[in-house]
């Protein structure tokens, strides 16, 4: 049986940049600011393991739990500390790239090759033949792709997949907005638990009042606390609520809640009613561009019969 010579330091390099690559796009994508020596770290962690293939013991190395467990300490290692959610969806798109960035360079390696493959040392034959070639062709594959759907999100390609139509209701009532579908909003009521919707003051002014229109109107941030206090015994003061929120640059942010009598949410052309909601009131714009004036959270997207 013929055989093929497999180089180490081959394999170690070829790794280390692959995923490096990886992690870079995993930052990328999760949004989260990685520094460079850590993404090699965690890139030398991973090319390390590589080699287990080489190992006396590969079956215990190379078993799914041990790769989950390589997986979660390489994301560790290029990322932590971060909070669970955040590091869940920082070793999600680790995964996404890892498959994106090893498809490509497996599908260019074999596209490229006009032989054919009829053994398993064939195939390892194929992939150390063009092991290089086919990496450089994967990450410039991956470059070209990430920057041409970064071109069409910022040209709004996808916006339309991402924005709904809300009706909002309230003392007989009622205003509609755009919403974008914003997959990062996971506020909640402190009172209530109820999730929150983000909506654009101008949008809600005739829903809202006249104390609040008050509070709105005046230059400058509203005065939250201020305009609860002077609600007083007020007849629908229970209506309102401090909703906070963090933002860059913001992180004891606070903004009027409103509790509506209903909100519906318009899917495929009929509009169906959300569970219970607070809708928190943003007395600037949410879209320069003039596209959207409310931000919501995909846990109102399951309709209530």
Known sequence: MAGYTVYLDQ?????????????????????????????????ALGAFYSLA?????????????????ASVIIAAAAFAPLK????????????????????????????????????????????????????????????????????????????????????IRSGGEQVNAEALLDTGNSLKDPMTRHPVIIVEYAVLR???????????DKEGEPDVWGFLGSLGGNRGASRFSAVPFQSLGNVNGLMVGFRPDEVLIERQGQFVRTGKVVIAIYHKSLDPGGGYNALLSSELLTPVS
């Not at 005739?206 to 709105?216: D, H, I, T």
Request: net charge positive; with cysteine.
């Open 84 to 167: 669970l959610k955040s590091f869940l969806v920082s070793l999600g798109c680790f995964y996404l790239a890892s498959f994106a960035l090893g498809g490509l360079t497996l599908g260019i390696i074999f596209f490229t090759h006009s032989g054919r493959v009829v053994s398993y040392n064939g195939v390892g034959s194929v992939v150390a033949e063009r092991f290089w070639p086919g990496i450089f062709l994967g990450l410039i594959a991956l470059w070209v792709a990430g920057k041409g759907i970064a071109c069409l999100i910022k040209k709004g390609s996808f916006d339309r997949l991402f924005r709904l139509n809300l009706l």
């Open 53 to 69: 293939l080489f190992m006396p013991w590969k079956t215990f190395l190379l078993s799914v739990w041990f790769k989950c467990a």
């Open 206 to 216: 005739p829903l809202l009042p006249r104390e609040v229109q008050v509070c709105f």
């Open 11 to 43: 394999v170690f390099i070829g790794n280390l940049v692959m995923n490096y690559a990886i992690l870079w796009a995993a930052a990328k994508l999760a949004r989260i600011p990685a520094k460079k020596w850590r993404i090699v770290a965690g890139a």
